[in-house]
């Protein structure tokens, strides 16, 4: 489990991979909250690339960053998420939320 960031202008991506499930997603969400609360970015990009396996924990992750980022006046965007990964994440009805672009 590992996240690893770049910023590029108001732009932060958050580079994830491993799994993210009960036991991880605290480690994800502490890391990912300590880069945006330094940095308030106007987007954060939450890139699934390198996620193997994802459990509702994960719908959990993304949501509580939607709800910070929005907040303070920025976004979410979801990308590369596995083919499964994606399916549940829409199943969730995160489709909604606009965070796929």
């Known amino acids: 489990m590992s996240v690893v960031f770049e ?9 994830l991979s ?36 994802m459990d509702s924990s994960g719908i959990g992750l993304i949501m509580g960053r939607y709800r910070n980022a929005a907040a303070y006046g920025g976004s979410v965007r979801v990308v590369n998420a596995p083919p499964m990964i994606e399916r549940m994440m829409k199943l969730a009805g995160m489709g909604r939320l606009d965070v796929f672009k």
């Open 7 to 15: 910023r590029k202008g108001d732009t932060l991506v958050a580079l």
């Open 18 to 53: 491993g799994e993210i499930d009960h036991h991880t997603a605290s480690e994800f969400r502490e890391s990912i909250d300590r880069e945006t609360e330094m940095l308030r970015p106007g987007l954060l990009v939450m890139d699934f690339g390198g996620v193997g396996f």
